[in-house]
């Protein structure tokens, strides 16, 4: 089955720094590529995700990247906020299998 | 339109006793699953519910059951709960027109 690593598992930063979070996955089969971001006490949200046919997407502060060749994906947060602080997961989908999660990364921007 | 609702939220239990986590969606999803969630182990699935009628093992199945009552519920049952059960389980679900799945707001099981 797919296997989904990610790296750092903590990271922190300055605020208006930049965060990145990486992740692998061994399935070259997998195809969609959601980050889900979790609040302390609080449900994994989603709050983007990439399909196998583009490389990048990007939504205000926050971008994926995607290398398929390379089986690895990227969450890329500029100008952090102490809001954006929380646990991050990255997951890998091949057709309709089910989501396998990487193990996250928590996130702490400092003011 | 309340999405994914668990129930309940807290629960402690003693070694051996037994109880059951109700998990609801309004969404229409075909797909339905239970993960746990341990420090610094991600999310791991228990079971899962491809569709109304069907059940399959996750990741971490043992000391679990599920029912797939209808396309709205789905719920996790510990038989005889044990120390390790203790975690935050997170039900969720999954439409097939995107792959967005959506998770409840998940139960804190302590067993003692």
């Known amino acids: 089955g797919e296997n989904v690593e990610q790296h750092p598992s903590t990271l922190s930063v300055q605020e208006g720094d930049s965060a990145v979070i990486k992740c692998t996955y061994s399935?070259?089969?997998?195809?969609?590529f959601p980050w889900y971001k979790q609040e302390l006490g609080k449900r994994p949200q989603l709050i983007i995700d990439?399909?196998?046919?583009?490389g990048e997407k990007k939504d205000q502060r926050i971008a994926v990247t995607l290398n398929k060749t390379a089986k690895h994906f990227s969450l890329h947060i500029t100008e952090t906020q102490p809001e954006d602080s929380a646990v991050y997961f990255c997951?890998?989908?091949?057709?309709?299998?089910?989501?396998?999660f990487g193990t996250g990364t928590r996130l702490t921007v400092i003011p | 339109n309340a999405g994914v609702t668990q129930t309940p939220k807290f629960q402690v239990l003693k070694t051996g006793q037994s109880m059951t986590l109700q998990c609801a969606q309004d969404m229409n999803h075909n797909s339905m699953y239970w993960y746990r969630q341990d420090p610094g182990m991600g999310l791991r699935l228990i079971y899962y519910s491809a569709s109304e009628g069907t059940t399959d093992k996750g990741e971490v199945p043992n000391g679990y059951n599920v029912s797939r009552l209808n396309k709205r519920e789905f719920s996790l049952r510990l038989e005889s709960a044990a120390p390790s059960q203790t975690s935050v389980y997170f039900c969720a679900s999954i439409g097939l027109a995107k792959n967005i799945q959506y998770f409840g707001a998940g139960t804190r099981l302590s067993v003692l």
């Open positions: 997951a890998a989908k091949a057709g309709a299998n089910n989501l396998f």
């Open positions: 990439i399909r196998s046919n583009v």
């Open positions: 399935d070259s089969a997998s195809n969609y």
